[in-house]
């Protein structure tokens, strides 16, 4: 059973950075994209960044110029940079991964980590 296990979370104050880690209990060439999501009350699961395994990253445009996404697959994680935060970042940070097989996609989610910006 794959397991996506997220951290780095926590409270900032506006302008500040922090850095979220994806850690996989699989080589993360398995997936064919990673990917960080947020969700605040309310409202649904939305991409903040995406780690194809081929092609361009795409950003929310909310996020771009911001936020930055890469990948370590010697230690499997794939981490989200977030600097100049607003308080409009404050969710609760998702990452996903998603492999193929036979024509199906499986997705995996982690558990979630709260980000906070706020004086």
């Known amino acids: 059973q794959v397991q996506l296990v997220e951290s780095g979370g926590g409270l900032v104050q506006p302008g500040g950075s922090l850095r979220l880690s994806c850690a996989a209990s699989?080589?993360?060439?398995?997936?064919?994209?990673m990917a960080w999501y947020r969700q605040t009350p309310g409202n649904q699961r939305e991409l903040v960044a995406a780690?194809?395994?081929?092609?361009?990253?795409p950003y929310a445009d909310s996020v771009k110029g911001r936020f930055t996404i890469s990948r370590d697959t010697a230690k499997n994680t794939v981490d989200l940079q977030m600097n100049s935060l607003k308080p409009e970042d404050t969710a609760v940070y998702y990452c996903?991964?998603?492999?193929?097989?036979?024509?199906?996609?499986?997705?995996?989610w982690g558990q979630g980590t709260q980000v906070t910006v706020s004086s």
């Open positions: 699989t080589n993360i060439f398995l997936f064919n994209v």
């Open positions: 996903k991964a998603e492999r193929e097989e036979d024509g199906t996609t499986y997705p995996y």
């Open positions: 780690y194809p395994r081929v092609g361009s990253r």
